[in-house]
């Protein structure tokens, strides 16, 4: 079972509206991916994080999607206004460091936007 | 940009057969990553190679890694129904973020 926790594991939500999703990453993992997968299996890197500081993001989620990784809290990612394209599965997955190539993904939130 | 994928979209085979997953990437990579997703689960990493190495293994897994190709393959003898999974490659290009790139994957089934 995986020790990479997301919440919730559905939403549904209508085009315009906010919609946010957390993860706990494994314990001792500063580093912290989200990755957007499309109905089709396709992966999309959106941002990563050593602690709490951004080490990459796309320019998508620069606009309308946001995300963090507050000390002692769990990390977020938080789409401003939901678009039908953004229906996806959002996979959140932690690493012990960001040199070694391991990541330990979450089950998921499934996002659909109506 | 970095491009890996498989190259066979759906595989189907018996229950004790042997079946094998090839991927091919565009750009160098300093390691080279195979997953497996099961239906309503997150990807499970099953082998990481480096760009050293030529061949790895895990139990029936066996993972082979040609540079100059710039191809793997994933073999699995012996298969179960519960290695019933969609099979993804993923390059690490190196470098300070990480990040990996994702192959379209291969759906696998396994009949009884």
């Known amino acids: 079972n995986s020790k990479v926790i997301q919440t919730p594991r559905y939403l549904v939500k209508g085009q315009g509206q906010k919609a946010k999703m957390r993860c706990i990453p494994e314990?001792?993992?500063?580093?912290v991916f989200w990755y957007q997968q499309n109905k089709n299996n396709e992966f999309k890197f959106l941002i990563n994080?050593?602690?709490?500081?951004?080490?990459?993001q796309i320019d998508m989620t620069e606009k309308r999607f946001s995300a963090e990784c507050p000390s002692n809290s769990p990390c977020s990612l938080e789409i401003q206004s939901s678009e039908a394209g953004d229906s996806a599965l959002y996979l959140c997955?932690?690493?012990?460091?960001?040199?070694?190539?391991?990541?330990?993904f979450g089950e998921g939130s499934k996002l659909t936007v109506l | 940009s970095q491009l890996a994928e498989e190259n066979s979209w759906a595989l189907s085979v018996h229950e004790g057969e042997s079946v094998t997953v090839n991927c091919s990437y565009k750009?160098?990579?300093?390691?080279l990553q195979w997953y497996r997703q099961k239906s309503g689960k997150g990807p499970a990493q099953l082998i990481l190679?480096?760009?050293?190495?030529r061949e790895k293994r895990n139990g029936r897994l066996r993972a082979t890694l040609d540079t100059s190709s710039q191809s793997s393959s994933l073999s699995i003898t012996a298969t179960r129904c519960e290695d019933t999974a969609v099979y993804f490659c993923?390059?690490?290009?190196?470098?300070?973020?990480?990040?990996?790139?994702f192959g379209k994957g291969t759906k696998l089934s396994v009949k009884s």
């Open positions: 190679i480096r760009s050293n190495e």
């Open positions: 994080f050593q602690n709490q500081e951004v080490l990459q």
């Open positions: 750009t160098s990579i300093t390691a």
């Open positions: 993923a390059t690490d290009a190196g470098g300070s973020n990480a990040k990996l790139t």
């Open positions: 314990k001792g993992h500063p580093v």
């Open positions: 997955a932690s690493s012990p460091d960001r040199n070694t190539g391991q990541l330990y």
